[in-house]
Nanobody, 121 residues
């Protein structure tokens, strides 16, 4: 069982930045697709962004394009840099690992427990 772990969430004000980290217990396979999803209270889990590990190709939800960036600097971690945060970004953020270049949560096999991001106005 692969367990992912998110960290870096917190309470921030509108317009602030946060960087979330997703850590895996071992090296991320080059064929993997790593993704971020989020879930706000009373809402469905939604896609935020993804990265194909071997090519670095990324894709983002329209709601975060230009503000959020997925990156990495080592084989076991992925980051989500979130800038110009808005109240509607408030949610629990999850990282996930799969093999398909997909924006559908059910296509991902491994998940973390999530980290809370709250943006106050």
């Amino acid at each position: 069982q692969v367990r992912l772990m998110e960290s870096g969430g917190g309470l921030v004000q509108v317009g602030s930045s946060l960087r979330l980290t997703c850590t895996t217990p071992g090296r991320i396979f080059s064929s993997a697709v790593m993704a971020w999803f989020r879930q706000a209270p009373g809402k469905e889990r939604e896609f935020v962004g993804l990265r194909r590990w071997n090519t670095g190709r990324t894709n983002y939800a329209d709601s975060v394009k230009g503000r959020f960036t997925i990156s990495t600097d080592n084989p076991t971690s992925m980051y989500l840099q979130m800038n110009n945060l808005k109240p509607e970004d408030t949610a629990i953020y999850y990282c996930a690992r799969g093999t398909q270049y997909s924006m559908i949560s059910s296509d991902y096999t491994y998940w973390g427990q999530g980290t809370q991001v709250t943006v106050s106005s």
